[in-house]
């Protein structure tokens, strides 16, 4: 599986962005999906991840009720619907690919695929 993500930008605290991850390949579907942010100077922590049948979810406590991850596996694609944006929030966001357990995409260290990042600036 081949993700690229997308979507980033600037934005003011409180605004929101949504961003995509498109997947290559006929087993997209099969996937469980993640959302993993790196802040300048911090190492890489969990954001979100979905199942691959998008029947079950999970947050960082730090995003629950602002962030929202879907899936569209017909489109072979995932989101990330960024709500409320804290400055905090800046860093690069990547989306992650794990088989065959959710938490293959809630540990770093279990990840199958990763995408490259796309960045998130959120300005004060």
């Known amino acids: 599986v081949q993700l690229q993500a997308s979507g980033g930008g600037l934005v003011q605290a409180g605004g929101s962005l949504r961003l995509s991850c498109a997947a290559s390949?006929?087993?997209?579907?099969?996937?469980?999906m993640g959302w993993f942010r790196q802040a300048p100077g911090k190492e890489r922590e969990f954001v979100a991840a979905?199942?691959?049948?998008?029947?079950?979810?999970y947050y960082a406590d730090s995003v629950k009720g602002r962030f929202t991850i879907s899936r569209d596996n017909a489109e072979n694609a995932v989101y990330l619907q960024m709500n409320s944006l804290l400055p905090e929030d800046t860093a690069v966001y990547y989306c992650?690919?794990?088989?065959?357990?959710?938490?293959?995409?809630?540990?770093?260290?279990?990840?199958?695929?990763w995408g490259k990042g796309t960045l998130v600036t959120v300005s004060s």
């Open positions: 992650a690919a794990g088989f065959p357990i959710l938490r293959n995409v809630v540990e770093d260290t279990r990840v199958n695929f």
């Open positions: 390949g006929r087993t997209f579907s099969r996937y469980n």
């Open positions: 979905i199942s691959w049948s998008g029947g079950a979810t």
